[in-house]
DNA sequence: CTGAAAGCGCTAACAA
DNA sequence: TTGTTAGCGCTTTCAG
């Protein structure tokens, strides 16, 4: 029934040549003659072959391949591990990761293959799946600070790129932005508006990004004069900066102007404030941090913080390449300067270039890491 | 340097047995020795033993992977590509369609991997991606009413589901949502609050879920004596909606209800009837038909027919698994109930029950096709 | 119930 | 420059 898909022998065959050749003229490789080299390509056309990916891959152990995975901490009971997974695709700044990582595969016909590592199972998983290549490396994305994946992958040599600066010391190559600059960005807006009475709603306190943001935004204010300033720690939920501003309020009614350490609390933040009758910008003005792409869809419109996430996404993707083709040899991490923006799609000036730092690792460190 | 990977040669040796002992008790094959069973699972045990999917596949020709599949219909540019990847992966949408399929696939520990095909070398390589069953089958998400993939995949009995009624008939599986009942739903509730000179923005109407939508918000409303109803025709989008607000403003500025035929466009109606001075939904209510989930972000609170995106999704998987088994001969279509839910987060009493049916085909009608 | 043997389609030495 | 050959790790007849 099915029509059997051609293979190198069929080709060969109809070229007249043999399979090695073939072979030789599907990947390239020199030292053929140009001659037969046309007949080959004919052949392959007339054929319709195209590279089986298996039978490739078994030989060569290389996938073609990379592995987008999120990954969390613990070790949540089966229920949870749906709950686990949607929370995260719902949230808009996966839709942006992933549009950055395909912008970079497509043009090499590379397709990402979409895993969850929030368990020891299916860490375990995502380790073999690598380990036999069927993808070539991955991308990881984690959602919890002490996240073990990419220790696991670090030790045995497997090619990866995370997203953020992991809270343990692990020779990995990373992609981040430069959370404290932003965050300066956001104290120094609150005062030029005027804000006197400023506030923070911070991400949760373990991940180095939320401490990073909160110690950028305080020691800027402390420079301006500034050196209490009240926090209320949120877990990057809208429902988390609802809750943690009602917080805030209690103590400090009159609060004229709050830093959300990103855009979903940000959005809780204003919910708040108009729930208790305050204005917004009026009364109190609000600054998010843009992981998600939720202040374009805002009303009143939040003006944020903008990350470059598809473009950070892309560095990822291209790095791992790099890791994988061996071009990269020790671990690396590309800092992102985030950009102010006021409001959505407001084009700002500042490009948020890549500033590529090399992490030197003192040998000492990797030997006892790799020790174990 | 790398460690070898165990196989099953290294298991067999462990355990005293041949490999393909071994390999039955991996694939789960009776008639064997329940004591030489547990030798062999001790073995695996010791030696970390995982299959080698890439081996495995070769000689199986499954691959244990399904595709996600984003298609479109045109022949974009190079350089519209990544935009339109960009464009679809920023649609909140999309985050509730993966969920829903990688909850029904994490259980299974299958990994969907994401594919485009807007043009016609993507859809080329698609096609031999499943071919060589690189992956099994697809789950095919269209943006545009004349995508040619369907067919293509239906011509070759490459298994696949789509997601909506594809527009040019053809004998494949898809799940849907009963877009009539929605809109009736929809023109209801705004009859329920009073509304007398109604209004509705759609969908691009080359798109059949986009004409349902209409038709049955139309034909509700003819039943409630409103034989006339203004509509504009917009994108999908946000900017659309706002657009196509302005066009019906022009014509009718006493409108005093909107139905959207998604809440993108929603967003867009509410942006302009505010921007013009009326309030919502005082002046002038407004309901949605919900394809992302933005309505939860949206102040005011956006009123939306709730569709069960992520259930339909996982239905999608499990339609594509049972093809792939064998299990599912004929195409099939589920249809789900689009309950109505007001506001966002509200829980709704009527659960989105799916409605399978027997799609029958002319048995001519089959034949033809196949002959191309 | 178990093992031997023959490939799946491809690449990569090694010869010619 | 080209062909021959030996596998990659696995499943699957076919004998035993």
Known sequence: MTRQTPTLEDVARAAGVSRATVSRVVNGIRNV?????????????????????????LVTKRAETIALVVSGAGDESESEQNAFAARVLADPFFGRVVSGVVG??????????????ETEK??????????????????????????????????EDLPCVLFARPLVSTPVTYVDVAHRDGAR??????????CRRVATVTGPLNLPAAQDRLAGFRDTLARHGHP??????????????TAAMGRLLMEHPDIDGVFAAND???????????????????DV??????????????????????????????????????QIEGTLSEPTS????????????VRHVVRGAGVRQRHRLAHRALHDHRQR
């Open 334 to 345: 590309v800092i992102f300067q985030a950009p102010a923006a006021l409001g959505p799609g």
């Open 264 to 282: 979903l609390m940000a959005l809780g933040v204003v919910q708040t404030l108009l729930a208790t009758g305050r204005r917004v910008p009026e």
């Open 104 to 117: 970079f595969l497509r043009p090499r016909s590379m397709y990402p293959v979409l895993m969850f590592a």
């Open 122 to 155: 299916a860490r375990g998983e995502v380790l073999s799946y690598l380990r036999h290549s069927s993808a070539d490396g991955a991308l990881i994305f984690s959602t919890h600070a002490e996240d073990p994946l990419p220790t696991l992958l670090a030790e």
């Open 33 to 57: 003659d140009p001659a037969i080299q046309d007949v080959v390509r004919e052949a392959i056309r007339n054929t319709g072959y195209t590279p089986n990916r298996a039978a490739r891959s």
């Open 285 to 322: 003005a609000v600054i998010g941090f843009d992981d998600s792409n939720v202040a374009a869809v805002c009303r009143p419109p939040l003006t944020t913080i903008r990350q470059p996430m598809e473009e950070m996404a892309a560095t990822m993707a291209r790095l791992l390449q790099e």
């Open 185 to 194: 960005l956001a104290a120094e807006h609150l005062l030029a508006r005027g």
């Open 228 to 241: 209490y300033i009240p926090i209320a720690e949120g877990g990057f939920t809208t429902e988390s900066g």
